[in-house]
């Protein structure tokens, strides 16, 4: 008897020892969680928040603006008048436009584009306009004419005038005839890009003179040659003419209507001469006295 309360003491206390050791040892992840610290709201007199960095143009900003010559701000505030040559989503290549050299500058430090004025050219129909002020001033001018002669013009403004001297009648008559023509108007440019292109309305007079006419003294057989004018006509004309920047001058002139106002010796007598024949005379002092086409050069 005293055996077995004996053994069950034992027992007793060895369910006992366990028990407290197994409580001893229990696993800390089975405790509760550590609450979170409750949050403040921010004081009044706290500094803001830091502004986000700039990020740059967009690539649809970009593709508007193409190669136009633009002032782009930086965020270093520094101000570049460039071309935008290309782009990748970090970085710009820029072409500076006083100095030509490319540069590379981050996207992101890009505050501003602004496209700066562009000259607009003319239309492509519009004649283009050569500047006045680069054009040197030409006036008078020294040619050679056909009919073959000896050409002297003036030209200001929109005033012309001109003095020709033929030289194929007195060549041919061993100086007998020496036709003669002069005369003004004016000359009207054709043309804003050209402004020495211009279309002469001249009024002329052409004289033909006889250097070797004859004159009898009284009582004898005894002669000398006196210079006499037998034919003076006078009329209107009209002309083209050009001058190159280099003074070269090209031009022409044609008879278009006129009248033989004094005749000498060339039909009977002058008072007898119909009007067809003044007008014919005319037209043939014309041809032999006037500048017809001329080349010369412009001082």
């Given at each position: 008897?005293?055996?077995?309360?004996l053994l069950t003491?034992?027992a007793?206390?060895s369910?006992?020892?366990?028990?407290?050791?197994a409580?001893?040892?229990?696993?800390?992840?089975l405790?509760?969680?550590?609450?979170p610290?409750?949050?403040l709201?921010p004081?009044?007199?706290?500094?803001?928040?830091?502004?986000?960095?700039?990020r740059?143009?967009?690539?649809l900003?970009l593709?508007a603006?193409g190669?136009s010559?633009?002032?782009?701000?930086?965020a270093?505030?520094?101000l570049l008048?460039?071309?935008?040559?290309?782009?990748d989503?970090?970085?710009?290549?820029?072409?500076?436009?006083?100095?030509?050299?490319?540069?590379?500058?981050?996207?992101?430090?890009?505050?501003?584009i602004t496209?700066?004025q562009?000259?607009?050219?003319?239309?492509a129909?519009?004649e283009?306009?050569?500047?006045?002020?680069?054009?040197?001033?030409?006036?008078f001018?020294?040619?050679?004419?056909i009919?073959?002669?000896?050409?002297?013009?003036l030209?200001?403004?929109?005033?012309?005038a001109?003095?020709?001297?033929?030289?194929?009648?007195?060549?041919a008559?061993?100086?007998e005839f020496l036709?003669?023509?002069m005369?003004?108007?004016?000359?009207?440019?054709?043309?804003k890009s050209?402004?020495t292109?211009?279309?002469?309305?001249m009024g002329y007079?052409?004289?033909?003179?006889?250097?070797?006419?004859?004159?009898y003294?009284?009582?004898?057989?005894?002669?000398?040659?006196?210079p006499v004018?037998?034919?003076?006509s006078?009329?209107v004309?009209?002309?083209?003419h050009y001058?190159?920047?280099?003074?070269?001058?090209?031009?022409g002139?044609?008879?278009?209507?006129?009248?033989?106002a004094?005749?000498?010796?060339?039909?009977g007598?002058d008072?007898t001469a119909?009007?067809?024949?003044r007008?014919?005379?005319?037209?043939l002092?014309?041809?032999?006295s006037?500048?017809?086409?001329?080349?010369?050069y412009?001082?």
């Amino acid at each position: 008897m005293s055996t077995f309360r004996l053994l069950t003491v034992s027992a007793c206390t060895s369910l006992c020892l366990w028990a407290s050791v197994a409580t001893a040892q229990e696993p800390q992840a089975l405790a509760s969680p550590p609450l979170p610290p409750p949050q403040l709201p921010p004081s009044p007199l706290a500094p803001p928040p830091a502004p986000t960095p700039p990020r740059g143009p967009s690539d649809l900003e970009l593709r508007a603006i193409g190669q136009s010559p633009v002032s782009i701000q930086m965020a270093d505030g520094a101000l570049l008048s460039c071309q935008i040559m290309t782009s990748d989503p970090t970085t710009l290549v820029l072409r500076l436009s006083s100095t030509g050299q490319i540069i590379s500058v981050p996207r992101a430090q890009v505050l501003q584009i602004t496209v700066q004025q562009q000259y607009a050219p003319p239309p492509a129909d519009a004649e283009p306009v050569m500047p006045l002020s680069t054009t040197r001033k030409r006036h008078f001018g020294m040619a050679l004419s056909i009919v073959p002669g000896l050409a002297l013009d003036l030209d200001v403004g929109m005033f012309r005038a001109f003095a020709n001297l033929g030289i194929v009648l007195p060549l041919a008559t061993s100086g007998e005839f020496l036709p003669i023509s002069m005369g003004a108007g004016v000359g009207i440019p054709l043309s804003k890009s050209r402004p020495t292109l211009k279309l002469d309305v001249m009024g002329y007079v052409t004289i033909l003179v006889d250097a070797k006419d004859h004159s009898y003294s009284y009582g004898g057989s005894n002669y000398k040659l006196d210079p006499v004018v037998n034919n003076v006509s006078a009329g209107v004309g009209l002309g083209l003419h050009y001058t190159w920047q280099n003074g070269l001058t090209l031009g022409g002139m044609v008879p278009i209507l006129g009248y033989a106002a004094y005749l000498n010796d060339f039909v009977g007598t002058d008072s007898t001469a119909s009007i067809g024949q003044r007008s014919a005379l005319f037209y043939l002092a014309s041809a032999a006295s006037l500048p017809l086409f001329y080349l010369g050069y412009r001082f």
